[in-house]
């Protein structure tokens, strides 16, 4: 193994590589960047994530704006439940076919406003509708990183421009002192595009944007790469939590089982890989570098997605290589609502450092709703659906 980084190291390629990999750290060190991310004094670290908010729809009449204000009020009864010590927008923040290009990006503070004014750390992955005619995921992922330099941790790392880079992982520590991380969160880019009327600022879906998973061309290598980096720097590769906002193909086949949390959008046919209703297969490059991060150890902590509003459970089995998969619910007023999503809610993971410390990592994880009550909670691990792996 360290045969084959050295290997890496000194050819061409890794260059860029083992740049994005310093860089990603030095970030850290950046006067004026976001600060080193640390579990507090008690070895926890709490995370909540937002999916499908929708920002932007009915922009021309009463309805639009309002439904934003109940988003960002939405939002601000979870963050005052929850406290969380870093929030992730899981994609589809704004209904980019419904939004004009010249002012689009606006949408974003009234989006980051609740969690920005708490001072709470955050970042984002895109979705299908952040990708349009007006709007798309490059532009988001500059105006964050412009507007929010202390607590946005959103990065462009690797993936084809404009509709697919928000590809980067972001490390968490014990404590400020230390050299190696305790957690990593990475965080994918699932593209696609939603084209809307003719009239409208959608238009039709430009060929070169016409992907539905993560780009099998760059990503998987790249995961592969930084952590094979990782393992060389720190003798090992710390737990993973996975964000990416379209779900990967297993969900589908993972969707039957009885599992904790809302089943309103199954089966559903719009997971990675399908193109025009047909499955390609083109999301399994992604997905099998996922599989081998985690190796079989259990360090893969869960890989969650938004996108089926309706849906909001966690289920593993061996079809998932035991890797659990996990739904957000809905977090916003824009968007469609299926009969058990009307109260909105977010997916909040207690990491624990005693928790990842076990010879296989474990997470709790629950959905938290913004009539201030909280449901669903599991602990993510070996014990979890033991029956199906
Ligand atoms: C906003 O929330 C209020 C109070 O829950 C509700 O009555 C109203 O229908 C919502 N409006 C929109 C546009 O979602
Ligand atoms: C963008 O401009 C439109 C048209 O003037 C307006 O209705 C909308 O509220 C604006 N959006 C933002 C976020 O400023
Ligand atoms: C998908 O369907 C559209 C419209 O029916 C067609 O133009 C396009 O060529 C199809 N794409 C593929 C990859 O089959
Ligand atoms: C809040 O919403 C959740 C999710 O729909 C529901 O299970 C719970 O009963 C509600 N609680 C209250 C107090 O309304």
């Not at 021309?60 to 309002?66: A, F, I, L, N, R």
């Not at 779900?247 to 890989?273: F, M, R, W, Y």
């Not at 977010?346 to 629950?366: E, I, S």
Request: some cysteine; hydrophobic content about 40%; proline content about 7%.
């Amino acid at each position: 193994m360290i045969l084959t980084i050295l290997l890496l190291a000194s050819s061409a390629v890794a260059v860029p590589l083992a740049h994005s990999f310093t860089s990603t750290l030095n970030t850290r060190l950046q006067v004026g960047g976001p600060r080193k991310l640390t579990f507090n004094a008690q070895g926890n670290f709490k995370v909540a994530s937002f999916s499908d908010m929708h920002f932007g729809e009915g922009e021309e009449v009463t309805w639009g704006p309002q439904q934003d204000v109940n988003t960002t009020i939405a939002h601000t009864h979870i963050l005052n439940n929850e406290r969380p010590d870093y929030v992730v927008f899981n994609g589809d923040l704004i209904t980019g076919e419904n939004v004009f290009a010249f002012n689009a990006t606006k949408y974003l503070d009234q989006l980051f406003g609740p969690t920005a004014s708490r001072n709470i750390p955050f970042s984002s992955t895109h979705g299908n509708h952040d990708n349009s005619l007006a709007i798309n995921h490059l532009e988001e992922i500059e105006y964050e990183q412009k507007h929010y330099p202390t607590l946005s941790y959103t990065r462009a790392d690797v993936g084809p421009k404009p509709w697919g880079c928000g590809n980067y992982w972001v490390p968490v520590y014990a404590k400020q002192s230390d050299f190696v991380p305790a957690l990593i969160m990475w965080f994918f880019d699932s593209r696609s595009f939603t084209a809307g009327a003719p009239q409208q600022a959608g238009g039709p879906i430009p060929p070169e944007a016409n992907f539905y998973w993560v780009d099998e061309n760059t990503v998987p290598q790249w995961i592969k790469q930084q952590s094979a980096l990782m393992g060389f720097m720190w003798k090992k590769v710390p737990p993973a939590l996975v964000f990416v906002h379209i779900p990967v193909q297993k969900a589908d086949i993972l969707a039957p089982l009885p599992s904790a949390g809302d089943h309103d959008d199954e089966p559903d046919p719009a997971t990675q890989g399908f193109l025009n209703d047909t499955y390609t297969g083109l999301d399994l490059p992604f997905w099998n570098a996922l599989v081998a991060l985690d190796a079989g150890r259990g360090t893969v902590l869960a890989v969650t997605s938004g996108h089926d509003h309706g849906e909001s459970w966690c289920a593993r089995a061996t079809a998932s290589s035991g890797i659990p998969i996990c739904f957000n619910g809905h977090s916003g007023y824009g968007g469609y609502v299926t009969e058990h999503s009307m109260v909105r809610n977010a997916r909040v993971f207690g990491l624990n450092l005693a928790d990842l410390g076990r010879r296989v990592p474990v997470v709790r994880t629950w959905n938290s709703y913004e009539n201030f009550t909280t449901n669903d909670e599991v602990v993510l691990g070996p014990e979890y659906m033991k029956e199906y792996n």
